[in-house]
């Protein structure tokens, strides 16, 4: 760690301290890991990263490319696997070295910006994250996405502030890995596109726009050949999952989450009505002579543009907001946090940073411990008790169709498995889209020939409602229990003749 | 000086303010669904305000060139007058003894002292200061006119061209002359104004307020004004030109705000003025709070009588500009009620559930944050990072002296000037902030009444956020009102109550 000391100014924060204290972060973070976050139950979008990369790379490459994303983290966690074994709790283990990794890189990128108080402050604030310890133990592509963000960052700021060549090479690496992790590395990109226009006469790389344009060309160059290939494959707009339009709240919403975590709708309500403080926050840094200088101004930026670009256009084109996919906003808020608490009145500060700090691991425990935490999905019990309680003459149906790959991972039942609507993902490809003339041939070609249904239903695309009223309309329902927000299991009898059996 | 380092803020992030103050003002005003229909009209009056005064901070520092013909070889005799009042003797002898040694070729002091027509134990001094440093000293025996009517008085005796006026405690520096008498070489320009700076702005927190909201007015306000000809008069460190303030009329006796009104009497006759952006003498702050806030009450009923008798919409001779920027610098004083209306919605909604708005929170924090951001990010870059939370905070926590004059005005009561005094006045002022403190008991128990009634809904959450955010913005002004000071002087009863002046009150 002594690449440490390199960093600027001192401020009176010496370099052990700094060692000491990123490692104490970097423990915490694997250890509440490792003890809570990776012993969750499989997710569906886990579930499906392990149903896509357990194959060859070209198999991935076409799996991935019907899908919405990019393939890097797909290829790199096949690799992964190779390595360490396909169970989830190793896939885990992946994004948990690159949540690790961006603790002190986000160190590196605000004391390198403003100074090493801020810096700590900073990678604290990561650490602590909810979101960001729910995402370090998921395995998605997410903090790998982050990281990639954070380096890329650091790479920028370098060009702004010193324009070194070595520096251009960093920033093309790092945008093309960031590209190949996920399209909202975009987002970043276009952050940077507005604070150059905002700051050109700033940057301190010289001819830095004839730069600009080469490094995109390379990193246009290199993700085109995928862009091609997906265009070519034609199918990647059927796997979509449905979204709905995002409101001013999911807005709102999503830096909520970023910084109290994943909270049941009182507590989350509460969180978000709150706020009008961040205008008296906004009102305390007015203090002489703290300027906000245009690397601030550029957090600012990065912490809005990819919130606010999604949300646009989400609304106008096309839904695709979810608050995950945002992560690229996160280390830049955390940055502009950790400055602007730096700046207010030494008493003032102290008591905010406290605030703050405890406020964010309450909330951190909250998520932890409740069962009601949103982003639980207990598939393991789900299924275990369909596995359970479902016998060979019964049905296990699941609505939606997706739900098959956290399903297959854990069912080790006897009872045929099938979704509604019927989808065959090996002949098939994309899901087919629901239809409501159809429901009823269906189910009745899911069901005519066993004695219990066992529905599941999660992860609404908008009819999971039709489906069930169907089955509540038509058959009797026998039980009925929920394992996590919204993923509920229900039981119908179809049949009231006796089961054949061998004397029969 | 930083303050005075004001950057020219882009016209890109002017017109990003203006769009969302419009877009804001919009949004609620003809987009949102209205709630209670008399919360909603005060509301718009209050955005009405709000979009009022942001349109003019912009035209204020709006990116302009105004070439200032200067000319250096100008240097004609002037006039120095030093207006005092009863103040302490040391004081007026530092400011005497720094004007002497200014650097210009010709000049005459004279104190122009007060003191006997103010009933001042101590008014022979100043004659006593004038002869033990050969300089002259008018002695008013007839009262009236207050300050004006002293510099008036003092105009009649002298024969000068050109004008100084200090304060009995503004120190001027060597090079006050030179660095402001040049611009009169333009025959049209009127007097020439430079920053009214507080040495003792670190002593306390009285002091560093008022000199904190000083900094913004000093720096990006009045150097916008100058670019749009509109710098007026501020009552110590400037110069004036003796034909422009007799054609005026004279400096006007019928105000309180007796330099801002001539100001405005002198635009009307088509001269021109100038603001120096330099630091070229300085004073004292009001040390204690009741002095800032006798200050505060007397600049307030002072701009605010210019709006109500000499408004600057309706009267000849100015641009557009002047009258605009007249307009919105009385106008600021209006504030009050502003203030006053925007703290009690919470309460409004605590003890009868009533909102001026029938929108969810969230859509309005979409619209409200960037516009409010962006605001303050302006004030921040146009005043050169110098604008503070404690200005914020004595500016937002003055309404109840904004009320009060407000209130003087329309029901016709009379107030005299008093000079805001030069030494600490011992005591305790929490009386003077009891507004404040009522606030914050109501606030207690409108949220015990609000959460009886409807728990912890998203409405009662967001109310109390901005319940809060006013008690935050009242504590540095509570804090101020309760601080200890020393007992360099007693506190005159009849002075505290800032009650209608029935005499003439020259402090």
Known sequence: MAWLKNFREPKQTRWWIVTLSLGL?????????????????????EAQSLFQTNRDVLGILNLVAQDVHVPGY??????????????????????????????????????????????????LLVTLSPFMDWYGSEARMYTMLALFTVLHQLAFMKLFKEGKSVHWV??????????????????????????????????????????????????????????????????????????????????????AQFIFGFQVDGLNTIIVSLWPIVVLLAFFALQANRKTTREVIFFVMAAIVPVIGAFIISVTVRPFFQSRYLIVALPALMIFVA??????????????????????????????????????????????????????????????????????????????????????????????????????????????????????VSYDQGYNEDVRDYYDNNFERTSSKEFSKDLWVYSYKIRYDPALTIAD | MEFLKTTRASRILLITNLLLSVTYFGYFTFMSPVGNPVLFGLLVVAGVYHLWQVLSYIHSVWPRKRHREFDATFTPAVGVFIT???????????????????????????????????????????????????????????????????????????????????????????????????????????????????????????????????????????????????????????ILRRTAVIEAGGMCETSIAEDFLTSLLIHEKKWKSVYVDEVLAEGLAPEDFLSYYKQQFRWARGSLEVIFKYNPLFRRGLTMSQRLQYLSSAGFYLSGLIVLLNATLPLIYFFAGLEPLAIGTMSLALIFLPYMFVVLYTIQVTSNFS????????????????CKAVWQILTGKKSGFVVTSKKKVSGNFGYLVTPHLVYIGLVIFGVLIGLLREGLTAAMVANIAWAVIYIAIFAPFISAAFEKTSNDAEVDKDEIAIAPVKKEARG
């Open chain 2, 387 to 402: 604008y503070t939370f404690r200005a914020l905070s004595f500016s937002l926590s003055s309404f109840p002296i904004h």
């Open chain 2, 84 to 238: 005092v009042c009863g103040e302490p003797n040391d004081i007026v002898e530092e400011t005497v003894i720094a004007a002497k040694a200014m650097d210009y070729p010709e000049f005459n002091i004279y104190i122009l002292n007060d003191g006997f027509v103010a009933n001042r134990d101590n008014w022979k001094e100043a004659e006593v200061l004038a002869k033990k440093h050969g300089i002259k000293c008018i002695t008013r025996k007839t009262p009236g006119g207050a300050k004006a009517g002293n510099i008036n008085h003092a105009l009649s005796k002298t024969n000068e061209d050109f004008t100084v006026i200090f304060d009995a405690d503004h120190v001027p520096k060597p090079h006050f002359l030179k660095a402001m008498m040049g611009y009169f070489v333009d025959e049209r320009v009127a007097f020439v104004q430079s920053p009214q700076y507080y040495k003792n702005h670190d002593e306390n927190m009285v002091t560093g307020g008022s000199w904190e909201q000083q900094a913004l007015f000093f720096g990006a306000i009045m150097k916008g004004k100058d670019t749009a000809d509109t710098a007026f008069m501020c009552g110590t460190n400037m």
């Open chain 1, 25 to 45: 972060m970097m423990g915490f973070a694997i250890y509440f890991s490792l003890t809570i976050f990776s012993q969750t139950s499989l997710r569906l979008d």
């Open chain 1, 170 to 255: 960093w920033f093309t690496l790092t945008a093309i890995a960031g590209m190949y992790t996920h399209y909202f590395f975009a987002f970043v990109i276009l952050t940077e596109i507005f604070f150059y226009v905002f700051s050109r006469k700033e940057f301190a790389a010289p001819k830095a726009f004839r730069k600009f344009l080469i490094s995109g060309a390379i990193v246009a160059a290199a993700i085109a050949p995928w862009i091609i290939y997906v265009v070519q494959l034609g199918t990647a707009s059927n796997t979509q999952p449905s979204l709905n339009e995002p409101t001013s709240v999911d807005l709102f919403n999503t830096y």
């Open chain 1, 339 to 456: 400055w602007v608490l730096s700046i207010y009145p030494t008493k003032v500060r102290r008591v905010l940073q406290t605030a703050f700090v405890i406020v964010m691991a309450g909330l951190f425990a909250v998520q932890a411990i409740n069962p009601n935490t949103p982003v639980k999905e207990d598939y393991r019990d789900a299924v275990g008790y369909l596995s359970e309680k479902s016998t060979s003459q019964d049905v296990v149906v699941l609505t939606a169709p997706f739900t098959i790959y956290p399903t297959e991972y854990y069912y080790t039942g006897t009872a045929k498995v099938t979704t509604q609507p019927i989808w065959n993902r090996f002949e098939q490809g994309a899901v087919p889209a629901f239809n409501r003339d159809k429901l009823a041939e269906e189910v009745k070609q899911n069901t005519e020939s066993y004695q219990t249904a066992w529905l599941m």
């Open chain 1, 74 to 123: 797909h290829i790199l966690l096949h690799f992964w696997q190779l390595l360490f074994g396909n169970d989830i709790f190793a896939a885990r283990m992946m994004s948990l070295v690159f949540f690790v990794a961006l603790i002190p890189a986000v160190y590196a990128l605000a004391s390198y910006t403003f100074d090493r108080r801020v810096g700590l402050f900073a990678a």
